[in-house]
């Protein structure tokens, strides 16, 4: 079993920026493939970007060159840092890993991107 925590969402204004952070539980946590995700409302639930243990990462093309993914094993922790949002970037974020076949989720986080 793994457990997710996520933090650091909000609100902010079109061009801000946040960081969320994920804090995963467990002792293998470099061999988790971690991803974030997003949900809008009446959406389904999207990949915005992923990485593997050894750091390889990907993204959406709706976000890439705007947001980064990183991770840092020695915490368990991944981030995704979000540069110049958009209102089209509102929405509940959430962290999942990858652990022998099965995923886990975190509870989601807010992100809301309004003037």
């Known amino acids: 079993q793994v457990q997710l925590v996520e933090s650091g969402g909000g609100t902010v204004q079109p061009g801000g920026s946040l960081r969320l952070s994920c804090v995963a539980s467990?002792?293998?946590?470099?061999?988790?493939?971690m991803g974030w995700y997003r949900q809008a409302p009446g959406k389904q639930r999207q990949l915005v970007a992923g990485i593997s243990g050894d750091g390889t990462a990907g993204y959406d093309d709706a976000v890439k060159d705007r947001f980064t993914i990183s991770r840092d094993n020695a915490k368990n922790t991944v981030a995704l840092q979000m540069i110049n949002l958009k209102p089209e970037d509102t929405a509940v974020y959430y962290c999942k890993a990858r652990w022998r076949l099965a995923d886990y989720w975190g509870q989601g986080t807010q992100v809301t991107v309004s003037s």
């Open positions: 467990g002792s293998f946590f470099r061999l988790y493939g």
